[in-house]
C-alpha cells in the first residue's frame, strides 16, 4: 500500500500564494503519475494539474499560468505551487498517484487532503 500524506494548505488573501506538498510513502513501490484534485463544498472533485515521471503535464483551464506542478523522483514527493490565488481557489486539495509496487502491482492512492482557503 502506498499513503500520501498533503501539506501546506491554509488561510492566504486573494493575490497570495502557497505551495503544496504531497509525499508518498511505503514498500517498493514506484510512482508513474501524480495529480491535485480540488473539491469545494457542493462541487464535484476536479483534477487541477497532474504530472508523469516523463514530465508530461496537464492542467485545468484555470490552472494554466497560475499553478505549476512538479515532482521529485528522489523523494517520492510531488508539489503544487500556486500562485496569484483567488477566492475561487478554495477547496480541499487532494493529491493522487498511480504506479507500481511490489504487494499490489498496480495502485491507484489517495491522500487526505489539505484546505486551502482564499480570503481577504
Known amino acids: 500500500q502506498v499513503k500520501l500524506v498533503e501539506s501546506g494548505g491554509g488561510l492566504v488573501q486573494p493575490g497570495g500564494s502557497l505551495r503544496l506538498s504531497c509525499a508518498a510513502s511505503?514498500?517498493?513501490?514506484?510512482?508513474?503519475?501524480m495529480g491535485w484534485y480540488r473539491q469545494a463544498p457542493g462541487k464535484q472533485r476536479e483534477l487541477v494539474a497532474a504530472?508523469?515521471?516523463?514530465?508530461?503535464?496537464n492542467y485545468a483551464d484555470s490552472a494554466k499560468c497560475r499553478f505549476t506542478i512538479s515532482i521529485d523522483n528522489a523523494k517520492n514527493t510531488g508539489y503544487l505551487q500556486m500562485n496569484s490565488l483567488k477566492p475561487e481557489d478554495t477547496a480541499n486539495y487532494y493529491c493522487?498517484?498511480?504506479?507500481?509496487?511490489?504487494?499490489?502491482?498496480?495502485?491507484?492512492?489517495w491522500g487526505q487532503g489539505t484546505q486551502v482557503t482564499v480570503s481577504s
Open positions: 504530472i508523469t515521471t516523463s514530465g508530461r503535464t
Open positions: 511505503g514498500s517498493r513501490f514506484s510512482i508513474r503519475a
Open positions: 493522487n498517484a498511480q504506479g507500481f509496487a511490489l504487494t499490489v502491482h498496480w495502485y491507484d492512492s
